[in-house]
């Protein structure tokens, strides 16, 4: 009976932390948002699936902001699941023993809990509010889509197979049309160092890393000159 007793008070004692724990979870992140301070990184970069998109869909964050409240919502679970092999004071009394039921169950929190499915809302509600900044971070980078999604390759392709067409007569034209070309990629890459978003954006609950996308910028840019 006593066992039974310490049992349901350390069970209910387990409960407590658990339930706190999801709480400092929740109030880190809405105290990050409240204070307009980051927390998480994520980068900006190319979509593996670039090929054909147009604008800011050629880009996307790494992970997407979508990823990132699946995960945290996966951490509460993991927080409310902790406890489930947490073993019964006879077992710490009696480790020889085979009691019936070896682990405290009898408070356990659940995924369906109203402080779960609360925790989950509240960090969705703080995540999607700052969804909308962080996925504007994209739109610097539009105009270098080009870039990546196959129309600079088909214009370079398009213009040698017009060089080697046109034959020996053409050279300065030709040369005209290279050096146009090479200038203007030139040009991009300039203007991405220079001119396209800061290395790190700072928002509420995120940091957005431009440092990668803008290398790659660069890099692409540079190749179709070369």
Do not use: W
């Amino acid at each position: 009976m006593s066992l039974r007793s310490a049992n349901v008070l350390m069970s209910r004692q387990l409960r407590e932390i658990v339930e706190a724990s999801v709480d400092d979870i929740v109030d880190f992140f809405r105290h990050k948002h409240e204070r307009a301070q980051p927390a998480l990184v994520v980068t900006v970069q190319v979509r593996e699936d670039a090929r054909g998109a147009e604008g800011t869909a050629a880009f996307t964050l790494d992970p997407p902001v979508s990823d990132v409240i699946r995960a945290m919502e996966k951490c509460v679970d993991d927080v409310a699941d902790a406890d489930k092999n947490f073993p019964s004071i006879e077992l710490l009394v009696r480790p020889k023993a085979d009691p019936k039921q070896p682990f405290l169950q009898g408070c356990r929190v659940q995924a369906s809990d109203a402080i779960v499915r609360n925790a989950k809302a509240s960090l969705r509600e703080v995540f999607e509010a700052v969804r909308p900044a962080a996925e504007g971070c994209l739109d610097a980078f539009a105009e270098y889509a080009d870039l990546f999604n196959g129309v600079e390759e088909r214009k370079c392709s398009e213009l040698i197979d017009s060089t080697v067409a046109s034959g020996p007569g053409n050279t300065k034209r030709t040369l005209n049309r290279f050096t146009k070309e090479v200038q203007r990629y030139q040009e991009l890459a300039r203007r991405a160092r220079l001119s396209v978003a800061p290395v790190t954006v700072a928002l509420p609950v995120f940091v957005v890393d431009c440092k990668h996308i803008v290398d790659d910028i660069v890099a692409r840019a540079e190749g179709f000159a070369d």
